[in-house]
């Protein structure tokens, strides 16, 4: 026996490896609980356009979501909120459990601890179904459905802290705009107020209108009196009556003509031409500041609808479960896999040495 065990060591070795595993695996090894549960992320999906009951129920769900979920759930941040909530340190360290899978001690580095939650902890995204599966292992069924619990509360709360700071901020700073076009609607408002109240003018250009209106129907008069001068002038003199009246009147005409004509531009004064030009501007300056106001509201219930679109809710295909019996660690396959590796590697070392002896030979 012993010198079949120095002819052959590798095989002694992977025996002793194997006869180890063994004994652990049915004697030592302590039971682990899975809790699992399937999740998928919704949020409201709001159609602007037709904003009804309906839309806002319907949901929609997506990759990037569930696999930023995914990463902060494996995070160190959140295996601190776990020992906060849990004292998973205490738990996962008794000295119950088996030395090679307890935790080494409470108080290690967080670095290790949170790599050994690594090991206890797995979120797989299945991305054909959009699916996020859960599973915790733990060394009590209580423990181990409290910690798929605390991971699903804390991260639909972190997924809704994320989406909502933006949306946050971007309402804030419309509502800072809205609020400053405001002041600027009603300032110009004031401005064409004051202006108006200034010149005695309700609506300059209407009264540019009808000056023009009335100009024009001036012109109109003088042509047919001229016209019916020319005619008399063709038998009579200028010195005629008849005549001399019509001359009279065209002068009228003449000067009520300038006279309004100057009503409308001068090159000092208030001049009509200028004042309504001046209205305008106000004008238009109202309008641009009512219409970008109006812009800004619009933007700003949007943004408001956006940021209940941005609320996630974890949806729960499967609730956390609380197993019955322990399924951890899976004694026979692991078993089967040590006994496979080690004849595995026990049989390329006897092949290396049998060459080995060849060529010596």
């Known amino acids: 026996m012993k010198k079949l065990i120095k002819r052959q060591?590798?095989?002694?070795?992977a025996a002793v490896v194997?006869?180890?595993?063994?004994?652990?695996w049915s004697l030592f090894a302590t039971d682990r609980y899975v809790s699992q549960a399937q999740i998928v992320l919704e949020s409201p999906e709001v159609n602007l356009s037709s904003m009804n009951i309906s839309s806002l129920l319907s949901g929609t769900q997506g990759a990037g979501d569930l696999l930023l979920l995914r990463e902060h759930l494996l995070s160190v941040t959140m295996v601190r909120k776990l020992q906060e909530d849990l004292d998973l340190r205490s738990h996962y360290s008794q000295q119950s459990i088996d030395s090679w899978s307890r935790l080494e001690a409470?108080?290690?580095?967080?670095e290790v601890f949170h790599q050994f939650m690594l090991e206890h902890i797995t979120a797989e995204f299945d991305e054909y179904a959009s699916v996020l599966n859960l599973s915790v292992q733990a060394y009590d069924p209580e423990m181990a459905?409290?910690?798929v619990e605390?991971?699903?509360a804390e991260g639909e709360l972190h997924m809704n802290r994320m989406g909502q700071?933006?949306?946050?901020?971007?309402v804030k700073f419309i509502e800072d705009q809205a609020n400053k076009l405001e002041e600027r609607v009603f300032a110009a408002r004031e401005d064409m107020l004051n202006f108006q109240n200034e010149n005695g003018l309700v609506a300059p250009s209407q009264t540019v209108q009808a000056i023009f209106t009335t100009v024009s129907q001036l012109q109109a008069q003088r042509a047919m009196l001229e016209a019916r001068q020319k005619a008399l002038l063709d038998y009579q003199n200028t010195t005629s009556p008849e005549v001399m009246a019509l001359t009279?009147?065209?002068?009228?005409?003449?000067?009520?003509?300038t006279k309004e004509q100057d009503k409308l531009a001068r090159q000092k004064g208030d001049a009509l031409n200028r004042t309504s030009a001046e209205f305008e501007t106000l004008q238009l300056k109202a309008e641009f500041a009512l219409q970008l106001y109006s812009n800004t509201l619009v933007a700003l219930e949007s943004t408001r609808i956006e940021a209940a679109r941005k609320l996630k809710q974890v949806s729960i295909l499967e609730f956390p479960t609380l197993p019955e019996y322990s399924t951890k660690p899976d004694r026979l396959y692991n078993f089967t896999v040590l006994l496979i590796f080690a004849v595995f590697i026990a049989a390329i070392l006897h092949l290396a040495l049998a060459i080995i002896r060849d060529h010596k030979h």
């Open 106 to 110: 409470p108080n290690v580095p967080i």
């Open 145 to 147: 459905k409290r910690i």
């Open 18 to 24: 194997v006869l180890i595993g063994g004994i652990y």
């Open 150 to 152: 605390t991971l699903l």
């Open 248 to 257: 009279r009147e065209i002068r009228s005409l003449d000067q009520q003509i």
């Open 165 to 170: 700071r933006l949306a946050e901020e971007q």
């Open 9 to 13: 060591p590798h095989w002694f070795i």
